[in-house]
């Protein structure tokens, strides 16, 4: 009857001590960029070179035009708007917004005031902005124009404290910038297994990044293009405090079975 008791109690409370020590797991990995060293000493960290994006169809392109005669630039600067989801530049999410601009068509091209149809589609923003410009010269005198995307968005999912998707005025945009567009993320985001989803040629594509390496640095999807999802995953803390009512009741039983079996001994 002793060796029973004592076979019993010491199970229930190896048990214990195991969902103790599994409940109460810290998350690691925390610091970013952890293998950059820690002195005073300057570091020349290795990136990729930003590829500008390219312009495709169903993209919104915000065009102005400054010439020299003001009423004409009025006239020009005209843009019908488009109603868009999203957040805004400064991370605020909202669920619509208008935003002013040209629809690059199905075949490419858009249609400007005095100008006609211009095709931009697989051009730079720069590229484009010359293009315009040339056309614009038959009719206007001396133009300078500017190209930018309006539509530029990203979406972060996850484990980030404020999720949602962002245009951004500048495409020059990181995986970093994205974060930091989302508040950074919790306690509880896997920062060493960052997805990142984009659309290439109409197939979607992923990849995975380590924000606690400086390696990121150097991927190929660090600068994010139009369209892109990053998604964080929750590490296995977040996973075990979801866990936890459940933990909880499987303690409260084991101990009422502890007591069972003290009961029991005794008898």
């Not at 208008?98 to 005031?113: Q, R």
């Not at 211009?118 to 730079?124: E, K, L, N, Q, R």
Request: proline share 5%; charged share 15%; net charge positive.
């Amino acid at each position: 009857m002793k060796i029973f008791k004592f076979g019993s109690a010491f199970l229930v409370n190896a048990v214990l001590l195991f969902l103790l020590l599994t409940s109460c797991s810290t998350p690691k990995n925390i610091p970013y960029f952890e293998n950059i060293p820690d002195s005073g000493s300057i570091v020349d960290i290795e990136t990729t070179p930003f590829k500008e994006p390219l312009i495709a169809p169903d993209d919104i392109l915000s065009i102005t035009i400054q010439t020299i005669d003001p009423e004409v630039t009025g006239i020009v600067n005209q843009a019908p708007s488009f109603t868009t989801s999203g957040g805004t530049g400064m991370g605020v999410a909202s669920s619509q917004q208008t935003t002013p601009g040209y629809l690059v068509g199905k075949d490419g091209s858009i249609n400007f005031p005095m100008v006609g149809k211009v095709t931009v589609a697989g051009y730079t923003t720069h590229q484009a902005a010359d293009i315009i410009a040339e056309r614009a010269s038959q009719y206007l005198k001396m133009p300078t124009v500017q190209v930018r995307f309006a539509n530029f968005k990203i979406t972060v999912l996850g484990e980030v404290n404020r999720p949602a998707s962002f245009t951004v005025a500048n495409e020059k945009v990181s995986v970093i910038d994205a974060i930091g567009l989302a508040g950074d993320l919790t306690i509880y985001g896997k920062r060493e297994n960052v997805l990142v989803i984009r659309e290439n040629n109409g197939k979607k594509e992923a990849t995975r990044l380590n924000l606690t390496s400086a390696s990121i640095f150097k991927s190929s999807h660090y600068y994010l293009k139009q369209n892109d999802i990053v998604y964080i995953e929750p590490n296995k803390a977040k996973i075990a405090s979801n866990n936890a009512p459940r933990t909880q009741a499987i303690t409260i039983s084991l101990s009422a079975l502890s007591l069972l079996v003290l009961l029991v001994t005794r008898l």
